[in-house]
């Protein structure tokens, strides 16, 4: 193993390099593109056995990146935000195909007005889709995600998207941890699946009627209460051979005998974890969940969790229109019933600034809010 | 062409049970160019009626592996799976995407086009009934001037967007037409098409009874009507050299027009129109 | 509960000849006559595959035909005829 300075995209390119993907596709959008740029230098030196087919549009790239895993090789796919609502007819109808494709994001504002700044939206948007969703909170995590990815993708039969803000992660460096490739050859072993196969022919997609659509996306939703499990068994396996896990679902931070709590995805925590330490210096009992896995929704890890706590403020840096923070409303949610004060808040849209300040004055504002008035009030406007 | 129809296999690898209406061109198309591609083959189909007709459900025609793609997808799906096909070192295996005249020129254009300038190592093969028969037959790039579809009842202003120089235009491999109405002709060139390392374009004629208001029996003959008029052009490129496979007899073009109830609205003008600048194309004077 | 369905959509290949599509819909089906000269163009202009030969004889095989006449339209013979299937009385829609 090996510790370099690496951006968030070029860890999501060593990610795809150890899982020693087949095929690659990919259409450049900012901020996603240097990882794509990194994987082809691998590939041009020689360094990666892949096949790079140079389509023409966001939407052809995950068209080839399924066609390639349906004829049984392992592929990887980057983008954010148009790039990605560009291709959400693929994004459906992969996970409908159940193909275990793994697409890194690197999370960008959506138009309009049009933004290339850092924020969960475009994420938010596919989270209909059937893909199961991790955020990372810094480059290690995006590395080591990337490789759990596939094992998670190729166990539950699911796409996986690894999401990690643009900027914020994909242009920063940070120390990582590269693994040995023997040892995760050894955690990821080829798992070739034909599905279109001349030796064994089969019709894939026919129409399909009434009287089966619904049955095969309850077979489809099986898989991503299954994949609850599998993250987690994943996560773990992957500690054990390397040292981290993240902690598979969420993860509890400070959590013994906090009564104020902070829940949020992405590189929003790191922040976090920090303010928690100062806070619990102070003598204040905080503490921190971050959702790792946030499709599938881990309702049952964040009940058991939270039971115990007075005052849960959530943050998200998305806006459900209509609803508000996707994180937020899905937590109230989970916990329905339980006798706790939930403060849901909207940040860092479209890059706006989430550093330690920020976070301690949302702590703050969240101490002296008895009950929002909206499903999540916005902060720093 | 030098096969006659004994010589080809009798194997049907797609189309028995299909669920086509009775006398669907497009069935044909696809019966005759299984004869030349063999079971070593994979299709994609985008959204279409060849898509919807290959099967349902649990079922299929298909006898090789088929996928029936998103509308606009098929050529990128087809890179993709010729990619995987490489990187995992097995040969002598056709990518085959077959899309209706929208999935060719109008919604599947940019995958097509992409496709091509990459040379991939491919198929494309464009069934063309010049409507957008599977949604019920409305208008599209593919649909000739005057003809009357589900909304436009008035029938077509523009011209149709000529794909064949489009395709060619882009320095492929292998370029040709082809109509149902000569199966041999059509299996030659999809023979051709096999033996391409880069990418081929194949264009076939394969008209809807329905919608172009005409007797289902009538579906091989105005395939024909359309070729021996000149109105349909039989010929090939190959590796940029430009071969007619066959000379039209060069019958009016009424003959092949006005029978067809999607051309009711035609005026002689209109036909003589027609008549003058398929005469000005073949050179044969005004 | 739900099906028990494969995991990707899929299909059997070939498994719409076990329940061709459209053979109920035939209100008429060819006859072919011993002026047949085995040109075999209706093997290939026949859209499901209904005419095969064997022996140098051509088979119909009705459970996939439709109807639809193309064999007996194109038919340079003239050996094919299609005999409607039911020629009785007829109602308002005859």
Not at chain 1, 326 to 342: D, M, N
Not at chain 2, 252 to 281: C, D, M, W
Request: aromatic share 8%; with cysteine.
């Amino acid at each position: 193993m090996s510790t370099i300075l690496l951006t968030g995209s070029d860890a999501a390119a060593y990610g795809a390099k150890l899982a020693r993907i087949e095929v690659i596709a990919y259409y450049p959008i900012t901020p996603a593109f240097p990882a794509m740029e990194r994987i082809s230098k691998f590939i041009d030196d020689g360094e990666l056995n892949t096949r790079f087919v140079r389509v023409e549009c966001d939407h052809s790239a995950l068209a080839a990146a399924l066609g390639a895993s349906l004829a049984g090789s392992r592929t990887f796919t980057v983008t954010n935000s148009q790039g990605l609502l560009y291709m959400t007819e693929v994004v459906y109808h992969t996970a409908g195909l159940r193909q275990p494709v793994v697409m890194a994001v690197a999370n960008r504002a959506l138009s309009a007005p049009h933004s290339r700044f850092p924020e969960q939206g475009d994420a938010i948007s596919q989270g209909a889709s059937g893909w199961i969703q991790l955020f990372c909170e810094n480059n290690q995590e995006v590395l080591d995600n990337m490789l759990q990815a596939f094992k998670i993708a190729e166990t539950v039969r699911l796409p996986v998207m690894v999401n990690y803000e643009g900027y914020i992660q994909s242009h920063t460096l940070e120390e990582v941890e590269i693994p040995n490739q023997e040892k995760i050859d050894q955690f990821l072993p080829l798992n070739r699946v034909r599905t279109l196969d001349v030796e064994n022919p089969q019709g894939v997609n026919t129409v399909a009627s009434p009287e089966f659509y619904m049955d095969y996306k309850f077979n489809q939703n099986q898989a991503m209460e299954q994949a609850k499990t599998v993250i987690k068994s994943v996560a773990t396996d992957y500690g054990k051979e390397f040292g981290r896990d993240w902690s598979g679902l969420i993860e509890a931070y400070q959590m013994e005998d906090a009564e104020h709590v902070f829940v949020a995805m992405g590189s929003m925590i790191s922040d976090a974890r920090i303010v928690v330490d100062e806070l619990r210096k102070q003598g204040q009992k905080v503490g921190l969940i971050k959702v790792r896995a946030w499709r599938p929704f881990p309702a049952e890890a964040l009940r058991e969790a939270l039971k115990k706590v007075q005052l849960i403020t959530v943050c998200d840096k998305n806006i459900v229109h209509g609803l508000g923070g996707a994180l937020g409303t899905e937590l109230k949610a989970a916990l329905y019933g339980q006798a706790v004060r939930i403060n849901s808040y909207i940040l860092g849209l479209g890059g706006r600034n989430v550093s330690t300040e920020e976070i301690k004055k949302v702590l703050e504002l969240s101490e002296k809010t008895a009950k929002q008035t909206t499903a999540s009030e916005w902060f720093g406007l | 062409m030098a096969q006659s129809i004994a010589d080809l296999p009798k194997e049907d690898l797609f189309g028995q049970g299909n669920a086509g209406c009775g006398g669907c061109g497009a069935a044909v198309a696809g019966r005759q160019a299984m004869k030349a591609l063999g079971s070593r083959t994979i299709m994609t189909i985008p959204a279409s009626c060849m898509a919807t007709l290959g099967g349902s459900n649990l079922k299929t025609t298909w006898q090789i592996p088929f996928y029936h793609t998103l509308f606009e997808i098929a050529p990128a799906v087809s890179s993709g799976i010729r990619a995987a096909l490489e990187v995992q070192g097995i040969e002598d295996v056709n990518v085959v995407s077959w899309a209706g005249d929208a999935g060719t020129a109008d919604i599947g254009f940019q995958s097509l086009s992409g496709a091509a300038e990459r040379n991939e190592h491919m198929i494309h093969v464009c069934y063309d009934n010049e409507m957008y028969m599977n949604t019920g037959g409305q208008t599209g790039s593919q649909t000739p001037m005057y003809a009357i579809t589900s909304n436009m009842t008035k029938g077509k202003q523009g011209k149709k967007k000529n794909m064949l120089t489009i395709m060619e235009a882009h320095g492929i491999d292998y370029v040709a037409s082809a109509s149902i109405a000569y199966p041999l002709d059509l299996i030659a060139k999809f023979k051709k098409a096999a033996a391409k390392l880069g990418f081929s374009y194949i264009h076939i004629l394969a008209p809807c009874h329905r919608g172009w208001q005409v007797p289902p029996e009538k579906t091989i003959e105005f395939a024909r009507l359309a070729v021996e008029s000149g109105l349909f052009e039989l010929f090939e490129v190959d590796e940029g050299k430009r071969t007619r496979t066959l000379e039209p007899t060069f019958i009016p073009v009424e003959e092949y027009l006005l029978p067809q109830g999607r051309f009711k609205g035609l005026t002689q003008e209109a036909i003589q129109g027609i008549q003058a600048s398929l005469n000005k194309h073949y050179g044969r004077g005004e | 509960m739900a099906k028990n369905l494969p995991v990707v959509p899929t299909a059997k290949a070939g498994s719409l000849m076990e329940t061709p599509t459209g053979i109920t819909w035939r209100l008429q089906y060819p006859v072919i006559s011993e002026t047949c000269n085995m040109c075999l163009d209706c093997t290939l202009f026949c859209p499901d595959g209904a005419i095969d030969r064997k022996n140098r004889k051509l088979v119909l095989n009705l459970s996939l035909c439709k109807g639809c006449g193309i064999c007996a339209n194109e038919c340079k013979e003239n050996a094919i005829q299609m005999i409607p299937e039911y020629s009785g009385v007829r109602g308002v829609f005859g």
